[in-house]
């Protein structure tokens, strides 16, 4: 995208054109500093948490390279980006660990800059902390006003002081601005933004404001342009995707995006990410099974097994309304590797709630199980109940979980062993000459002989030995 830029002139009102002002104007500035210091002026962006940050991560990159940075190998680069992620007490413990190193970096570097956003800068309590004891970060912004980096890093060098600019929420989607992305053959692709769910335990609605959805033909152009661009695979993605669509306009589920994502030429596999077990219609599992392109794989996060559990977790479903559709799901996709996450020890659960919990995953036996220790959210409901279940209790129970979970999926993983399955070539594999390294529909990685032009392509290959966490494996013929 070029508009024609006079950065002499007042900026536009009018988005994106208003932030490829502001482009040019940070640009000017980068060209100066590189010609006074006589080499490129260098940027890190470190990501924390999901795929959403994951994405959003690769819009901020878009901008940088196009005011002129380039990319640098560590922390003692030019600018620091840090985008946060506050799911879990320990993602923030690791930010606050991380910028103590970077103010004595910044004390030897008087031209770097930092700037520190995403979903931990939501927090009001965080930001104020900032403030505070932590003056030598120069931007401070939130996940609604990621479009605005441009400007807001205009305001900085034109203040020559800290700018935090925070927005409690927003309607507004911004289409259109620079994105580079870190893998050139795969792209995350937004559908929806925000969570209007509320799950008890949850902040991500508190920092990722109210549900909206993108309209369906900005992801469609989206993805036919990433495809001209080399992109095979896409990944769709939304806290809650099955509630796609539902405030457009004209409203469209999230089975009809499949179906019509499934007619881009040139594209080979889409990927979703993440389906809530509430509302998973039949008219989904048929759009997945019936797309061709859809890989057959569905992340359904349990959280727990306890159906007192899921309703205190205001999760809106219980154990045998997912096993339903855990049974639904095979019925019609029998093959379907099913993936999940799991919170232990949420306030007030049992020794029994968490046997419920163990009793889905023996008898869903999933591909594999993310596990989290459930961590006190502030502002969450979850957070001010009582019976907060001792540290000691938790740790024993998620230790039974992860061994449970663990056997299980090593024991699915050498089930597939003699199968043959479609596999996308990704890249050259690094350890073993004339081999590529690939991705089953469930993410495993299989190692096959082949060759460069084999990449992007997808082929049937028997899985000739389970390694653990990977496959050895030979082409059978082209898928
Ligand atoms: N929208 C997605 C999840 C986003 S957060 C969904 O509903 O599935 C990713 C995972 O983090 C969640 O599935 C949950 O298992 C975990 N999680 C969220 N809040 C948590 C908390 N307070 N403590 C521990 N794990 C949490
Ligand atoms: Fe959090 Fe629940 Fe929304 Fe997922 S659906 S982001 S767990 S509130
Ligand atoms: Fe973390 Fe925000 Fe994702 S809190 S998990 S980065 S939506």
């Known amino acids: 995208m070029s508009y024609d830029i006079d950065i002499t002139k007042t900026p536009p009102a009018h988005e994106p054109e208003r932030q490829y002002y502001y482009m040019a104007k940070a640009k000017d500035f980068v060209e100066k500093k590189s010609k006074e210091i006589g080499r490129p002026m260098t940027y890190f962006v470190k990501t924390f948490g999901c795929q959403m940050n994951a994405r959003d991560s690769?819009?901020?990159?878009?901008?940088?390279?196009?005011?002129?940075?380039?990319e640098g190998t560590d922390e003692h680069s030019d600018f620091i980006v840090y985008n946060t992620c506050t799911v879990r007490e320990n993602a923030n413990?690791?930010?606050?660990?991380?910028?103590?190193?970077?103010?004595?970096?910044?004390?030897?570097?008087?031209?770097?800059?930092?700037?520190?956003?995403?979903?931990?800068?939501?927090?009001?309590?965080?930001?104020?902390?900032?403030k505070k004891h932590y003056k030598f970060v120069d931007i401070v912004f939130g996940t609604h006003n990621i479009f605005k980096f441009a400007e807001i890093l205009c305001n900085n060098i034109e203040s020559g002081s800290q700018v935090i600019d925070i927005w409690k929420d927003t309607n507004q989607i911004v289409e259109d601005l620079p994105v580079k992305r870190k893998f050139s053959f795969k792209s995350g692709v937004n559908i929806m933004f925000g969570c209007n769910n509320f799950c008890s335990y949850c902040i991500v609605p508190y920092v990722r404001g109210r549900e909206r959805s993108r309209e369906p033909k900005d992801i469609i152009r989206e993805i036919e342009k990433l495809v001209a661009d080399g992109v095979c695979e896409i990944m769709l993605l939304g806290q809650n995707v099955n509630s796609y669509g539902k405030t457009l306009d004209n409203p469209i589920t999230f089975a009809e995006l499949l179906r019509e994502v499934n007619k881009i030429e040139g594209l080979k596999r889409i990927r979703f990410m993440t389906s809530h077990p509430k509302d998973l219609s039949d008219d989904l599992i048929m759009a997945i099974k019936e797309c061709d392109?859809?890989?057959?794989?569905?992340?359904?996060?349990?959280?727990?097994?306890?159906?007192?559990?899921?309703?205190?977790?205001?999760?809106?479903?219980?154990?045998?309304?997912?096993?339903?559709?855990?049974?639904?799901?095979?019925e019609q996709i029998p093959d379907i590797a099913i993936t999940t996450d799991i919170i232990v020890g949420f306030p007030g659960e049992t020794e029994e709630d968490f046997l419920e919990t163990m009793d889905v995953v023996k008898q869903v036996r999933y591909d594999s199980a993310f596990t989290f220790i459930y961590s006190k959210r502030t502002g969450t409901r979850a957070a001010t109940m009582e019976n907060q279940v001792p540290d000691d209790v938790v740790k024993d129970r998620f230790d039974r979980l992860l061994k449970e979970v663990q056997t299980i999926s090593s024991e699915k993983a050498k089930c597939y062993e003699g199968k043959v399955v479609p596999v996308l070539a990704e890249e050259m594999d690094d350890q073993k000459d004339g081999y590529v390294t690939g991705r089953m529909d469930n993410n495993s990685i299989v190692h096959f002989p082949g060759t460069e032009d084999m990449i992007g392509n997808i082929y049937n290959v028997k899985l000739d030995e389970c390694r653990g966490f990977y496959y050895m494996g030979e082409i059978k013929e082209d898928a």
């Not at 205001?314 to 309304?321: A, G, S």
């Open 93 to 130: 413990n690791k930010v606050y660990g991380r910028l103590g190193y970077l103010q004595n970096y910044k004390k030897k570097n008087p031209l770097m800059k930092i700037a520190l956003c995403g979903c931990m800068m939501q927090e009001p309590e965080v930001v104020e902390n900032i």
């Open 293 to 330: 392109k859809v890989c057959k794989h569905m992340h359904l996060p349990l959280q727990s097994g306890s159906s007192r559990v899921l309703k205190e977790m205001n999760r809106h479903y219980d154990k045998e309304k997912y096993l339903d559709e855990v049974k639904r799901l095979r």
């Open 58 to 70: 690769e819009k901020l990159v878009g901008i940088l390279e196009q005011i002129g940075y380039v």
